[in-house]
């Protein structure tokens, strides 16, 4: 289950169970959301990203659904391995001055026991 | 393709010390990068967006006198923390995109240790 507190929130399964992360984001002008994938001491790794014309969007294993109405975008990873274990995170694409530039969310910790 | 490597990997030093920290885009140029600090168990933090040929845009509450951004080239930007103190003590991670509109790509990260 889902916990938070203190440190990240974290997410427990089993190997082979689907795996659903959540994230709010805050700006209804955001257009383009990624998830990254960051393992310990590792710089994030690009998962998979999804436009504001788009409502889902799936890749190998992992599907991302956009809901503009209330601001959420979830990750599902299907059949969790424990290569999967690391620290999610979402970004939203904000307007900036000369270029775009990503906000992350907080994170969430994904932990795959056997 | 789209490889961004950061340089050094892990940085330990006095209290005083200025780092410099090397982010190269390998594969393809780049006329923006990013930089970003990261607390333990925290997020990335965006800190600055570097130009290459100009100025770099600081975000609120960054110090630009503090952290010093160069981007020389179109494949490669610096970070240079100046007289740096153990707050400083964080993992800084550069990003950058081949193309607008395109997932930014990461470096490993530099983890600064400043004693």
């Known amino acids: 289950g889902e916990s938070v507190g203190l440190h990240l929130p974290t997410l427990s399964v089993q190997e082979g169970d689907n795996s659903i992360i959540n994230c709010a984001y805050s700006?209804?002008?955001?257009?383009?959301f990624i998830w990254y994938k960051q393992e310990s001491g590792k710089g994030p790794q690009f998962i998979i990203d999804i436009r504001s014309n788009m409502d889902k969007r799936q890749g190998q294993r992992v599907t991302v659904l956009l809901n503009k109405t209330v601001k959420h975008l979830s990750l599902q990873i299907a059949a969790t391995q424990p290569g999967d274990s690391a620290v999610y995170f979402c970004a939203e694409k904000r307007e900036g001055d000369n270029t775009d530039k990503l906000i992350f969310g907080t994170g969430t910790r994904l932990q795959v026991f056997p | 393709g789209a490889v961004v490597s950061q340089h050094p990997s892990r940085v330990i030093c006095k209290s005083g010390t200025s780092v410099k920290i090397e982010c190269r885009s390998l594969?393809?140029?780049?006329?923006?990068m990013f930089w970003y600090r990261q607390f333990p168990k925290q997020s990335l933090m965006l800190m600055a967006t570097?130009?290459?040929?100009?100025?770099?845009?600081?975000e609120q509450g960054v110090e630009k006198d503090k952290f010093l951004i160069n981007h020389a080239s179109l494949t490669l930007s610096t970070l240079t923390v100046t007289s740096a103190h153990p707050e400083d003590s964080s993992f800084y991670i550069c990003?950058?995109?081949?193309?607008?509109?395109?997932?930014?790509?990461f470096g490993d990260g530099t983890r600064l240790s400043i004693l």
């Open positions: 594969d393809f140029q780049a006329t923006t």
């Open positions: 700006n209804s002008a955001s257009d383009y």
């Open positions: 570097s130009n290459e040929g100009s100025k770099a845009t600081y």
């Open positions: 990003s950058a995109s081949p193309i607008d509109n395109q997932p930014q790509h």
